[in-house]
């Protein structure tokens, strides 16, 4: 049974709001658990799950690395997507599995983020079977990109290489983390102790620093697209 | 200009059974593991210069020719990435092919709705070790004998791991009752000229042009094409295959047949569901409730257990002899439901959300039954069941599309989104739904849903893998390894 904490346990405790603990640990602990036990970078997109309601409204969150981030390298990005609008929407009207989509120009990256039904490669796919002068158009803008144009004929490296840079979600229930981390690394039927749940997010973390915090919220759960377009009668 | 056709050099060094399937009673494929990499390979040496006795020859499409006698046996080989590896591809080579087949079905399990009873984490020897798995030799044969002559022969050169018996049940039909099997791809240029069928018939659902099946053809995405795995000796004009062990719960099946008929009585819209109209001239010495049996084993499969589709079985009326055929398509009054297992899986030119996907997806099926025999008067509960072939150019692209999108989810039309396959699908009893058609009450009549619930998982998976089948340019590849 617990009782009134010990001495050791209110010392230990209070570690992580001491300055000179929070120096240690960002210069030495850190590091050294990152050397002893490294955490693999885990895969990006949203994981396949049995409920059918896990499997709609997936959220993609594509970043993707301006080979020019100067203001120039972002205009000629901005005119890129500005010039392919209407194949975009005719992409979207093809697919017919997505709920929306955006681009965004962040840091040194132009970000694609999108929310869309069902399988992620069958969306890369369709999409690419549509409209892949789109993508070859921005695969001109990336790092990476060159390698993979004309996209339509490479068509699994590219849709890798999507997975690839798809930001990892961090699950919605923290301890699924040590699932993710023990399948990433071939281990089974391991024990964990919640207590070490810090330490392996922040290990974690060192290895997917940019991540999706959770899979997204929905607002009308289980819904599909088409299920949306059909009831407001706009033909799906 | 040829590019889309085969030349007689390339149809030549196909692996049988892929174009045009064996009409062989018999199977056995042997799950082989490849312990001593110096005999497997000169046993694929062998295997493709036909110049040994003790090793059997690939079998390759050959074109029937008069005079010729078909084969009685027939020998192919397909190759899982980790059977490869094994035999020393390089690391280069090994990296060329696509992820879904590096990581190898037990990795895919989720969008295969492989969890639950179905998880590999069940499945018996030797799926439990999927690195042991290295290739799956499929034998076919007129006589069971062949089948232990052909399996020693392999066994001197590969540590034999795993065997599966298959058979052909009478009249094409499948564990569950219903004719197989009836709608195959066709392919452009391979098939005969024209979209028509044996008896001159238009066929409504389009040829495929061969990129569909053989890698390095054209797909029907115009400019998509498919990755041939490197060397080009080894990858061009393969193609893949999913081999899936699949039990079926055949007095599952049969239970859930008569509670519903008794559910649908007792409720009080027996009467009008769709398919009555068609009962008596597809089983015309069924009456009541065997008759409604019939009629909703009908809706759930999209065709009679006889083969014959819900959407043509009126030309019985006319045509009592008439037999199934596969020309029809699905029109917006189809009386077939939406979520019947080959509509969803097979939508042809019918409308679907993914627009461009009609006749994407298509795959090449070659199955057998497998397990003891059934007697639905004496219930038991041994294994029985069908190993599965699911064949195509891209697993990713094919079959794992159907699987996670269509088969289960049911992403194709708004009304079955969120329910799974009633025949295949990873239905649980609590979740799972299935909307019949019923004709409604008032005039003039059309079509209705009806919802049933608790439709239980009749397919579990045992068991399966990943492999590639390569011609015997690329078997030849294998051979010459020197790593």
Same mark, same amino acid.
């Given at each position: 049974m617990t009782s009134t904490p010990s001495w050791l346990d209110r010392f230990v405790d209070g570690l992580p709001d001491k300055g000179w603990f929070q120096f240690l640990a960002r210069n030495l602990v850190v590091p050294y658990w990152v050397w002893r036990d490294p955490r693999p970078k885990l895969?990006?997109?949203?994981?396949?799950?049995?409920?059918?309601?896990?499997?709609?409204?997936?959220?993609?969150?594509?970043?993707?690395?301006?080979?020019?981030?100067?203001?120039?390298?972002?205009?000629?990005?901005?005119?890129?997507?500005?010039?392919?609008?209407?194949?975009?929407?005719?992409?979207?009207?093809?697919?017919?599995?997505?709920?929306?989509?955006?681009?965004?120009?962040?840091?040194?990256?132009?970000?694609?983020?999108?929310?869309?039904?069902?399988d992620f490669t069958n969306y890369i796919r369709d999409f690419i079977a549509t409209i892949g002068s789109v993508f070859d158009a921005i695969m001109d803008l990336v790092?990476?990109?060159?390698?993979?144009?004309?996209?339509?004929?490479?068509?699994?490296?590219?849709?890798?290489?999507?997975?690839?840079?798809?930001?990892?979600?961090?699950?919605?229930?923290?301890?699924?983390l040590f699932t993710l981390q023990d399948e990433a690394r071939g281990l089974t039927g391991r024990d964990h102790s919640v207590l070490s749940l810090p330490r392996d997010y922040i290990l974690q973390f060192h290895a997917n620093p940019d991540v999706s915090l959770g899979g997204g919220y929905r607002a009308y759960p289980g819904v599909s697209a088409a299920q949306i377009r059909e009831s407001q009668g706009m033909g799906w | 200009?040829?590019?889309?056709?085969?030349?007689?050099?390339?149809?030549?060094?196909?692996?049988?059974?892929?174009?045009?399937?064996?009409?062989?009673?018999?199977?056995?494929?042997?799950?082989?593991?490849?312990?001593?990499?110096?005999?497997?390979?000169?046993?694929?040496?062998?295997?493709?210069?036909?110049?040994?006795?003790?090793?059997?020859?690939i079998t390759t499409e050959q074109p029937d020719r008069p005079g010729v006698p078909k084969a009685t046996v027939t020998f192919n080989l397909g190759f899982t990435w980790q059977g490869l590896k094994a035999l020393g591809l390089a690391d280069q080579e090994l990296r060329s092919f696509p992820t879904e087949f590096i990581e190898g079905m037990t990795r895919r399990a989720a969008k295969l709705g492989?969890?639950?009873?179905?998880?590999?984490?069940?499945?018996?020897?030797?799926?439990?070790q999927p690195d042991r798995v290295h290739v799956i030799a499929s034998v076919y044969a007129t006589d069971e004998g062949e089948l232990n002559t052909v399996q020693d022969?392999?066994?001197? &050169?590969?540590?034999?791991?795993?065997?599966?018996?298959?058979?052909?049940?009478?009249?094409?039909?499948?564990?569950?009752?219903?004719?197989?099997g009836m709608s195959q791809p066709r392919f452009v240029g391979f098939h005969g000229s024209g979209p028509r069928d044996g008896k001159n018939h238009r066929i409504v659902e389009p040829e495929d042009p061969l990129g569909t099946v053989l890698l390095g053809k054209p797909t029907r995405l115009r400019d998509l094409e498919y990755a041939i795995p490197q060397p080009d000796q080894l990858g061009r004009l393969g193609t893949f295959n999913a081999f899936r062990v699949l039990q079926q719960d055949c007095f599952g099946f049969e239970d859930f047949l008569t509670s519903t008929a008794e559910l649908l009585q007792k409720q009080g819209v027996a009467d009008r569901l769709v398919g009555n109209e068609h009962a008596k001239l597809v089983y015309p010495e069924l009456k009541g409730r065997d008759a409604l049996r019939e009629v909703i084993a009908a809706q759930l499969c999209g065709r009679w257990r006889t083969g014959m589709p819900m959407q043509l079985a009126g030309i019985l009326k006319s045509n009592p002899d008439a037999q199934p055929s596969n020309q029809f398509d699905y029109g917006s009054h189809a009386l077939c439901p939406v979520g019947s297992h080959i509509r969803r899986n097979?939508?042809?030119?019918?409308?679907?959300?993914?627009?461009?996907?009609?006749f994407t997806r298509r795959l090449i099926r070659r199955g057998m039954c497998y397990g003891h025999p059934l007697d639905l008067k004496r219930p038991d509960n041994l294994e029985r069941g069908l190993l599965g072939n699911f064949i195509g150019a891209s697993l990713g692209a094919q079959f794992e599309a159907v699987m996670c999108d269509w088969l289960n989810?049911?992403?194709? &039309?708004?009304?079955?989104?969120? &329910?799974?396959?009633?025949?295949?699908?990873?239905?649980?009893?609590?979740?799972?739904?299935?909307?019949?058609?019923?004709?409604?009450?008032?005039?003039p009549k059309t079509i209705e849903k009806h919802r049933i619930h608790g439709l239980p998982r009749f397919v579990t998976t045992r068991g399966g893998a990943y492999t590639f089948l390569p011609t015997v340019a690329g078997i030849s590849y294998l051979a010459g390894l020197r790593s």
């Open positions: 895969p990006g997109g949203p994981r396949s799950a049995p409920q059918s309601g896990e499997n709609l409204q997936r959220m993609m969150n594509l970043i993707m690395p301006l080979k020019d981030p100067s203001p120039i390298g972002r205009a000629k990005a901005a005119l890129v997507v500005a010039q392919n609008v209407d194949e975009i929407f005719a992409g979207l009207d093809n697919v017919g599995t997505v709920h929306n989509a955006r681009f965004l120009l962040l840091g040194n990256n132009l970000c694609m983020i999108s929310v869309y039904d069902g790092e990476g990109g060159d390698d993979l144009k004309p996209t339509e004929q490479n068509i699994e490296r590219f849709i890798d290489w999507v997975h690839a840079h798809d930001l990892f979600q961090v699950p919605d229930f923290p301890t699924d | 200009m040829t590019a889309g056709y085969l030349v007689e050099d390339e149809i030549g060094i196909v692996q049988g059974n892929i174009l045009r399937g064996y009409k062989l009673p018999y199977v056995r494929h042997l799950v082989l593991e490849v312990a001593d990499r110096t005999a497997a390979r000169a046993f694929l040496g062998a295997a493709v210069a036909g110049d040994n006795p003790d090793v059997p020859q492989d969890f639950g009873d179905s998880d590999p984490c069940h499945w018996p020897s030797p799926y439990r022969q392999v066994s001197r &050169s590969f540590k034999v791991i795993g065997v599966h018996n298959g058979y052909a049940l009478p009249e094409g039909k499948v564990y569950f009752g219903y004719k197989d097979n939508p042809r030119g019918g409308e679907v959300v993914q627009r461009i996907a009609n989810l049911g992403l194709n &039309s708004p009304e079955i989104t969120g &329910s799974n396959d009633p025949l295949l699908g990873a239905n649980t009893v609590e979740t799972s739904w299935f909307d019949l058609n019923l004709w409604t009450e008032v005039k």
